[in-house]
């Protein structure tokens, strides 16, 4: 099995800046994907990006070219780099971890993301 701790949400104001992130503990040798999503309130919850563990990453349309996934596989841990930040992308972001031979997906408890316009 795998914990993931995520870190890093607050407030920031329209077009700032924030990263967040997560670490991975437990059997983190059989992680394999690992994902970053967000629900906003009443909606559903939505992918972000993915980043493969050979760092192959892929963004959702709402994010590319404004949110950079990084992942550094010696520390067990993922970032989302958050630019020009928006205030529809106000949400709880999740991290997500899929292991080898592990039909579960594991989350962590979310980290609240607030951009005031």
């Known amino acids: 099995q795998v914990q993931l701790v995520e870190s890093g949400g607050g407030l920031v104001q329209a077009g700032g800046s924030l990263i967040i992130s997560c670490v991975a503990s437990?059997?983190?040798?059989?992680?394999?994907?690992m994902g970053w999503y967000r629900q906003a309130p009443g909606k559903q919850r939505d992918l972000v990006a993915l980043?493969?563990?050979?760092?192959?990453?892929d963004y959702a349309d709402s994010v590319r070219g404004r949110f950079t996934i990084s992942r550094d596989n010696a520390k067990n841990t993922v970032y989302l780099q958050m630019n020009s930040l928006k205030p529809e992308d106000t949400a709880v972001y999740y991290c997500q971890a899929e292991c080898f031979g592990d039909p579960n997906d594991y989350w962590g408890q979310g980290t609240q993301v607030t951009v005031s316009s």
């Open positions: 437990g059997s983190t040798f059989s992680i394999n994907r």
């Open positions: 980043i493969s563990r050979s760092l192959s990453a």
